[in-house]
């Protein structure tokens, strides 16, 4: 083998080791997050892998960075939180009481917002 034969043999292995070393860095991005929205509403792994309809330690490839979610089961995951895919991945996730308090917020009409922003305004100061 030439020399430069070698060289371009051992920029491939480099490329293939960093590859997989950002192939897990994302496997562990999804299990963290997975992990914080599931712990912010209080359930076990298996809780939540057996309500999203997988056996109890489904979860527990992800969170530990063994397997990623199909596409199918990531779409499942958000909306078993309530959260859109972009807000998944935004870097400051919105916490599941902001988001209830907005879902009330859209149901209501201009009046009753004014109405609770006036309370809000004398209550935070």
């Not at 480099?14 to 912010?40: D, F, P, V, Y």
């Not at 397997?67 to 779409?75: D, K």
């Amino acid at each position: 083998m030439t020399l430069a034969e070698q060289e371009r043999e051992e920029k491939k292995l480099q490329q293939e080791r960093e590859e997989k070393r950002l192939q897990q860095e994302r496997k562990m991005l999804i299990g963290n997050r997975i992990t914080a929205l599931r712990m912010q509403l209080g359930k076990s792994e298996a809780l939540l892998s057996r309500e999203l309809g997988k056996d109890k330690g489904y979860l527990q490839n992800i969170t530990s960075g063994r397997a990623f979610p199909s596409m199918e089961m990531f779409f499942e995951i958000c909306n078993y939180f309530e959260i859109t895919p972009q807000e998944f991945f935004s870097v400051q996730p919105v916490s599941l009481i902001r988001q209830e308090f907005q879902k009330l917020t859209e149901r209501m009409t201009d009046e009753e917002l004014e109405d609770w922003l006036k309370l809000l305004k004398h209550y935070v100061k």
